[in-house]
């Protein structure tokens, strides 16, 4: 009879976890690139609404910049974490926690990509009532998802923003005029004229 063919390695639960894993890191990484243009539009963003005097919207813009940026530290953070628990060899007692933690990875994973469009980030600046509401969501949704040091980091950049971002819709300063002079003004002296001497010479 003949040999039977070998079969390849079994593949484990254990390489399943490495390899979700790595798909998570690669989508992390391409997803980073393309939040990268994104992250720069909202800077512009906040500084042309500083430009145009309009600040709230100017800090939605940085808030939402910080937000982005919190999703994929995270998430690059927790994915580290994980792949030191994959490689170890408690693997069976902890898997369950990873998957759980695999799980959790995909579903900001699904945030980080709808955070990639730039067509939301134009609407921060657009000032119809449908996109008022949309930054006014937006706004909601931030204050449950930023941390107070996050928000503390937003207000500092606002504030450096601000001072080398000139506010082109202020009213221009009036230019102050000279002082008036305090003193009497002493204008060129006339010479008093003497006394005509008389045509008539003295017979005596």
Same mark, same amino acid.
């Given at each position: 009879m003949g040999a039977h063919p070998s @079969?390849?390695? @079994?593949?484990?639960d254990q390489d399943r976890a490495v390899l979700e894993l790595k798909r998570q890191r690669d989508r992390v990484r391409q997803y980073q690139v393309k939040l990268q243009h994104v992250l720069d539009r909202e800077h512009e963003l906040a500084r042309q609404a500083l430009r145009e005097g309009n600040k709230d919207r100017a800090r939605l813009a940085l808030r939402r910049r910080a937000y982005q940026q919190g999703l994929i530290d995270k998430t690059d953070q927790q994915l580290a974490t994980l792949?030191? &628990?994959v490689s170890t060899i408690e693997f069976a007692q902890l898997e369950q926690s990873i998957v759980y933690g695999l799980e959790q990875g995909?579903? %900001? *994973? @699904?945030q980080i990509h709808k955070e990639t /469009? *730039?067509?939301r980030v134009e609407? &921060?600046?657009d000032t119809t009532a449908e996109a008022q509401q949309y930054q006014r969501d937006v706004d909601?949704? *931030?204050s449950s998802? &930023? /941390? %107070?040091e996050e928000q503390e980091e937003v207000e500092e950049e606002l504030a450096a923003l601000s001072q080398v971002v000139p506010d082109t819709q202020a009213t221009p300063a009036v230019q102050s005029l000279p002082n008036a002079p305090t003193s009497e003004l002493v204008g060129p002296q006339l010479k008093t004229p003497m006394p005509e001497r008389s045509m008539v010479a003295d017979l005596s």
């Open positions: @079969k390849g390695p @079994k593949i484990t792949q030191e &628990l995909n579903e %900001v *994973l @699904k /469009s *730039l067509e609407r &921060l600046m909601d949704m *931030l998802h &930023l /941390s %107070v």
